[in-house]
C-alpha cells in the first residue's frame, strides 16, 4: 500500500502495455491485485470456451474486472467518444440463456434497447434480472446466445472492453478516498491529465450535486450521496451504455423518491442508453421509457409504463404492477350480471363510488393510504378495492355504509 500506510488509498501499479492494474478497496479489507506474470489481457485456459471463459477466471481476475466496472472500462478513453458526443449506444440481448448446476436462471432472453432509452428491467427476487444485467456487463458468463452492442457482439470480450459503466446498490467506494479522488479514479486509469481529469470530475460533480461536498469521505457522507458519488464514477467516464443494479433499494423513501428523479433527469440530459433493474413498481412506472416484466427467467411483458398498468397479459402482471381486482368468469358474472367467459382484472380505482350507481354496494372497511383512501366493499356478494382520491373528509364513506358504485367498461381487462 501507499507509504505502507494502512490507512491511505493504494496507488494502481502499472502493466508492461503502460494500462493499469486494479487495487480493489473494499469498506471492510483491502485487496490488492497483482499483475500476472502473462501481462494483460489474460488469456483464456486452454479447451475453455470464450464465452465460459470468464467464471473460470481465478478471483483475482475478477475483482480486477469488477474494478473495471465501476469505472466504466477505465484504460480505454482514447476509443471513447469524443468531447462532446453524446455516449449513446444500441443493445440487442439474442436468446440468451444462463444456468448454475444445471438449473436454468434464465432460458432464451430476447430483447431490443433503442440509443437513449432508459429501460427497466422489473421483477421479483430470483426472476433473473439482476444475473441478466451481470451478464450485459460481462461480470457474468452466458451459456449462449448473443449480446450485441452497436452492433458488436460483446460476449466474448472481458468487462473493461465492453465501455459499460455499472452504479451497484452497494456504492463500492473506496473507503479511503475522497470524492474527488473516488470520481477521478477511473480517467487516472485512462492516463488523463490532470488539468482535464479535474475539469470532468468538477463538471460531473456539479451535474449529481456534490461539487461541494468533493473534499469529504465515503464515511462522512449519507447514503443518497454516496448513490451520486458512484453515478458520478461510472459518468464521468463517458459510458456507452449505463446500468444501474437496484442503486435505490438500501435507501429511505423521500431520498429515494429524489434520487430517481435525480438520476432520470440527469440521464435524459446526456441522452444516455441506461438499464436499470429493480423489484419496485413504482420506480419502474415513474422512470421508464420502456419495462421489461420477468419471472422465473422469462419476460413475459414488456412495453411503455401505460401498457404495462392498463393491459397486463396475465394474472402476474396485474398482481405485479399495481393492484388489480381479480375475478374468476364466476364472480365476473355474478357482478357485471352478462356472461362472462375470462378471468378479469378491474383496477381499484377505475370503480367509482357514489349515491347513484349502478350497483348496490357495502363498505366493510377502509384506511388511508395519504392522498387515497382504499375501501374494501361487497356488490352483489363479490369483495372488491375500490381506490379514491382523498381530497376532504366530507367525501370518507364509513364502514358498514350503503352506497353505490359504477365500474368504467373500458378498465375491464381479460387476463390469461
Given at each position: 500500500m501507499a507509504g505502507g500506510d494502512p490507512g491511505g488509498a493504494a496507488e494502481p501499479a502499472q502493466r508492461p502495455d503502460g494500462g493499469a492494474v486494479a487495487v480493489v478497496l473494499v469498506p471492510v479489507r483491502r485487496v490488492r491485485v497483482r499483475q500476472h506474470p502473462g501481462g494483460y489481457p489474460l488469456r483464456n485456459?486452454?479447451?475453455?470456451?470464450?464465452?465460459?471463459?470468464?467464471?473460470?477466471?481465478?478471483?483475482?481476475?475478477?475483482?480486477?474486472?469488477?474494478?473495471?466496472?465501476?469505472?466504466?472500462?477505465?484504460?480505454?478513453?482514447?476509443?471513447?467518444?469524443?468531447?462532446?458526443?453524446?455516449?449513446?449506444?444500441?443493445?440487442?440481448?439474442?436468446?440468451?440463456?444462463?444456468?448454475?448446476?444445471?438449473?436454468?436462471?434464465?432460458?432464451?432472453?430476447?430483447?431490443?434497447?433503442?440509443?437513449?432509452?432508459?429501460?427497466?428491467?422489473?421483477?421479483?427476487?430470483?426472476?433473473?434480472?439482476?444475473?441478466?444485467?451481470?451478464?450485459?456487463?460481462?461480470?457474468?458468463?452466458?451459456?449462449s446466445g448473443q449480446i450485441l452492442l452497436d452492433g458488436q457482439d460483446i460476449v466474448p470480450l472481458s468487462p473493461q472492453k465492453r465501455h459499460i459503466g455499472m452504479v451497484f446498490q452497494s456504492y463500492a467506494l473506496f473507503p479511503n478516498m475522497t470524492v474527488e479522488q473516488n470520481v477521478a479514479f477511473g480517467l487516472r486509469m485512462q492516463k488523463v491529465n490532470a488539468d482535464d481529469s479535474h475539469k470532468r470530475v468538477q463538471e460531473v460533480l456539479q451535474l449529481v450535486e456534490l461539487k461541494d461536498l468533493a473534499g469529504r469521505y465515503p464515511h462522512q457522507m449519507s447514503g443518497g450521496q454516496c448513490q451520486r458519488v458512484a453515478l458520478a464514477r461510472s459518468l464521468v467516464t463517458r459510458p456507452r451504455l449505463l446500468l444501474l443494479d437496484e442503486p435505490l433499494s438500501a435507501l429511505d423513501a423521500r431520498i429515494r423518491k429524489h434520487l430517481r428523479e435525480q438520476i432520470r433527469q440527469i440521464q435524459r440530459e446526456l441522452g444516455l442508453t441506461t438499464i436499470f433493474v429493480t423489484h419496485d413498481q413504482e420506480e419502474a412506472l415513474t422512470m421508464s421509457d420502456r419495462i421489461f416484466l420477468m419471472n422465473q427467467g422469462k419476460i413475459v411483458q414488456s412495453g411503455d409504463a401505460e401498457t404495462l398498468y392498463t393491459?397486463?397479459?396475465?394474472?402476474?402482471?396485474?398482481?405485479?404492477?399495481?393492484?388489480?381486482?381479480?375475478?374468476?368468469?364466476?364472480?365476473?358474472?355474478?357482478?357485471?350480471?352478462?356472461?362472462?367467459?375470462?378471468?378479469?382484472?378491474?383496477?381499484?380505482?377505475?370503480?367509482?363510488?357514489?349515491?347513484?350507481?349502478?350497483?348496490?354496494?357495502?363498505?366493510?372497511?377502509h384506511s388511508l393510504l395519504g392522498n387515497v383512501i382504499r375501501y374494501r366493499i361487497e356488490a352483489r356478494g363479490v369483495e372488491l378495492v375500490v381506490d379514491v382520491l382523498n381530497r376532504s373528509a366530507d367525501d370518507l364513506h364509513k364502514d358498514g355504509q350503503r352506497l353505490a358504485l359504477s365500474i368504467d367498461p373500458s378498465a375491464l381487462c381479460e387476463v390469461a
Open positions: 485456459p486452454a479447451g475453455v470456451p470464450e464465452q465460459h471463459a470468464q467464471q473460470q477466471r481465478p478471483l483475482h481476475q475478477r475483482r480486477r474486472d469488477f474494478l473495471f466496472l465501476l469505472c466504466a472500462g477505465a484504460d480505454l478513453g482514447r476509443q471513447y467518444l469524443e468531447q462532446g458526443q453524446k455516449p449513446m449506444s444500441f443493445v440487442s440481448v439474442q436468446h440468451l440463456q444462463k444456468g448454475y448446476a444445471g438449473t436454468p436462471v434464465f432460458s432464451d432472453i430476447n430483447c431490443e434497447i433503442a440509443k437513449g432509452e432508459f429501460v427497466t428491467l422489473l421483477g421479483p427476487s430470483g426472476c433473473g434480472k439482476s444475473t441478466l444485467l451481470r451478464c450485459i456487463a460481462g461480470l457474468t458468463s452466458v451459456d393491459a397486463p397479459v396475465d394474472v402476474f402482471a396485474a398482481g405485479f404492477i399495481g393492484n388489480y381486482n381479480l375475478l374468476d368468469a364466476d364472480k365476473a358474472t355474478q357482478l357485471l350480471q352478462r356472461p362472462i367467459n375470462s378471468r378479469i382484472a378491474i383496477r381499484p380505482e377505475a370503480i367509482e363510488l357514489s349515491r347513484n350507481g349502478e350497483l348496490d354496494a357495502l363498505v366493510r372497511s
